[in-house]
């Protein structure tokens, strides 16, 4: 059974940092695009960061850039999430996904397993 627990969330000043895991089992996490989606109350879910298999590529939704890292360790079957200069404006339900095919992508449909999410509040 495929399981992504996510981890690392809570309140945070705005400025702060934030580093979320994502714990893979149930799979080999260097067969998957990983991503990172959010989802603020009354909005829609929206792609955060995401990492190819090897780890070489990665791509971020521009409000992040520069401020949010993605990586992982397909040793430990984890994905990090590094959040810096947090800003009200991030304040949501962050999740984890796993995505079976071999392109990095934006869409989260195209993501085959999610975890439950960890909440992450800025306060400003």
């Known amino acids: 059974q495929v399981q992504l627990v996510e981890s690392g969330g809570g309140l945070v000043q705005a400025g702060g940092s934030l580093r979320l895991s994502c714990a893979a089992s149930?799979?080999?996490?260097?067969?998957?695009?990983m991503g990172w989606f959010r989802q603020a109350p009354g909005k829609e879910r929206e792609f955060v960061a995401g990492?190819?298999?090897?780890?070489?590529?990665?791509h971020y939704l521009d409000s992040v850039k520069g401020r949010f890292t993605i990586s992982r360790d397909n040793a430990k079957n984890t994905v990090y999430l590094q959040m810096n200069s947090l800003e009200p404006e991030d304040t949501a339900v962050y999740y984890c996904?796993?995505?079976?095919?071999?392109?990095?992508?934006?869409?989260?449909?195209?993501?085959?397993?999610w975890g439950k999410g960890t909440l992450v509040t800025v306060s400003s």
């Open positions: 990492i190819s298999r090897s780890g070489s590529s990665t």
């Open positions: 149930g799979l080999t996490s260097s067969n998957y695009v």
């Open positions: 996904a796993a995505d079976g095919s071999s392109l990095l992508t934006a869409i989260a449909t195209r993501y085959d397993y």
